[in-house]
């Protein structure tokens, strides 16, 4: 890992593995239970926690898909329930007002750092 990250954390992959306007899942770290999130706008990146708040199910309908057709909306393959990309709030669904819980980042040289815990 680049000297310059903090120690406490782990690269997820360049930011060019998330596509522009898409959703990319990565599994849980060794001993984590559940895997992260990410979709990538543009230049701006957004990580959650791979769980519904409702149940705690994995939201992708299929492996790495989250998003909504239009690319709008984090969708819940199990409930339907749809989440803003930028905050995570559930705006329709079983959880509506709850919120997906954001991952901090750091993007260092094209690469997504995310704490070593996060998904655990």
């Excluded at 239009?70 to 819940?76: F, L």
Aim: glycine residues 16%; hydrophobic residues 40%; charged residues 15%.
């Amino acid at each position: 890992m680049d000297a310059l990250i903090p120690a406490g954390w782990r690269a997820l992959g360049p930011v060019t593995d998330i596509p522009d306007g898409g959703s990319a899942g990565f599994p849980p770290p060794a001993g984590g239970f559940v895997g992260l999130l990410a979709v990538r706008q543009g230049e701006t990146v957004h990580v959650y926690v791979n769980s519904c708040p409702h149940i705690g199910v994995p939201l992708d309908w299929m492996p790495g898909r989250f998003l909504s057709a239009d690319g709008r909306h984090i969708i819940c393959a199990t409930h339907g329930a749809e989440f803003t990309v930028a905050t995570g709030e559930c705006i329709s669904g079983p959880c509506r007002g709850d919120f997906l819980e954001p991952v901090t980042i750091q993007i260092k040289d094209g690469v997504v750092y995310v704490p070593e815990d996060a998904g655990l």
